[in-house]
């Protein structure tokens, strides 16, 4: 059974970082590309960030220089360090295997960016 479970997020400050974690079981990562996508209130879900199993990555306009996606393959994890953080930052946060969304998702983390 393949699970995707999301960890990091908080009620940060603007300007602040976090990092959050995906930490998959049931599946190796090494041969998948993934990705990290946001849900804000009333919003659609939109993708964020993505890397390809060779190490590639993609991000959104919005959080291009500020975010990155990484991965440890040994510990079978993707990571999404955010900086500079934006009060529109304010999201639920999901994993997902194959970054395109039609596979595998996380329960989500929730990322809360104050004033």
């Known amino acids: 059974q393949v699970q995707l479970v ?3 997020g908080g ?16 599946i190796f990562i090494d041969r998948n590309n ?5 849900q804000a ?9 993505t890397i390809t199993w060779i190490g590639s990555t993609n991000y959104a ?10 991965r440890d ?10 900086n500079s953080l934006k009060l529109e930052d304010t ?3 999901y994993c997902a295997l194959p970054a395109s969304g039609t596979g595998y998702w ?3 983390t929730q990322v809360t960016v104050s004033s």
């Open 41 to 49: 209130p009333g919003k659609q879900r939109e993708l964020v960030a």
């Open 11 to 26: 009620l940060v400050q603007a300007g602040g970082s976090l990092r959050l974690s995906c930490a998959a079981s049931g």
């Open 73 to 82: 393959n040994a510990k079978n994890t993707v990571y999404l360090q955010m």
């Open 61 to 70: 306009d919005s959080v291009q220089g500020r975010f990155t996606i990484s």
């Open 106 to 108: 996380g329960q989500g």
């Open 91 to 93: 999201a639920v946060y």
């Open 34 to 38: 993934l990705g990290w996508y946001r």
């Open 6 to 8: 999301e960890s990091g």
